[in-house]
């Protein structure tokens, strides 16, 4: 009796064994091994162009990378533009720039901007002027215009307090009092310094004010990022007792913020399935990538006790 009650058990084990084997074999047997070939796009020229008040213009020109490229500081060296002919005018005058190299290590970068050695090719940045962009390169034509907006949306106060629910009692955060005028269409980037280093952008940096227009509101400041090294999510958005902190808030106009934000966008997506792709916008003509960007800025010190 209890051998058949065993056997049948198995059988009827064995059979169904049998049965979703046979439906795993049978979906096994439709998958198709699929090989993913990227297109080889064409190479396009990228540009980073920024003008300040009180700077000079900046241009950064670079030849595209393929995305699945491996990188290293040779390759990002090789892929700088040599030799173009690059103007900026502000409506009564234009300067060409000047190409600058700037040794690192075995390898050189290079970039434009004025040439300081002659005073009729000096230009700096003037809240509310707007400015023309002209690049050339082996014949071909690159173009884009920016203005550098009034200092409207403004810091009226910072200070820090102890970073809430930390164990770390070294780690602070940094706010500020901020008025946006009223009507819409103030849009800022910030970035932040630490202890006279260079200035980096927040992680989302850039903010329009259609939520907050016409009002004063307090803004939690987090740390610049510097993207070129891995970020420690343990430390963003801190900073630390003793630190001598830079703010920069700086008005930009809309085609500034539409980049960032775009570009900001594109990279919080990366590496995310569920993430929807973001095409950058660019003020550049003629299939160059980039921008060209003004920027009124405003910055504000604040000295962290230890």
Known sequence: MHSSLFNSRNASRLTAWLFWSAILGLFASCEKEVEIVPNELETQVVVEATIENGKPPIVYLTNSLGFFSTLSVDDLAKSFIRNALITVQDGAKTVTLKEYAIPMGTATFYYYSVDSSNPAQIMVGQLGASYRLNITIQGK???????????????????????????????VVIFTKITDPKGFGNYVRYFTSVNDS?????????????????????????????????????????????????????????????????????????????????????????????YFGGYASQVVRIQIPR
Do not use: H
């Open 141 to 171: 034509n690159y173009t884009a215009q920016t203005t550098i907006p009034q200092v409207s949306r403004k810091m009226d106060s910072v200070w820090w307090t102890p970073a809430p629910s930390n164990p770390d009692t070294n780690k």
């Open 198 to 290: 260079a200035f980096l952008p927040g992680l989302n940096s850039v903010y329009d004010d259609q939520i907050i227009d016409g009002t004063t509101y307090d803004a939690q400041v987090y740390r610049g990022v510097d993207r070129n090294v891995e970020m420690d999510e343990d430390e963003f958005g801190y900073f630390k007792k003793g630190e001598k902190v830079d703010i920069k808030l700086c008005n930009i106009d809309k085609a500034t913020f539409d980049f960032w934000r775009t570009w900001e966008q594109n990279q919080s997506n990366i590496g995310n399935p569920f993430g929807v792709p973001v095409k950058i916008l660019s003020n550049l003509s003629d299939g160059a990538i980039g």
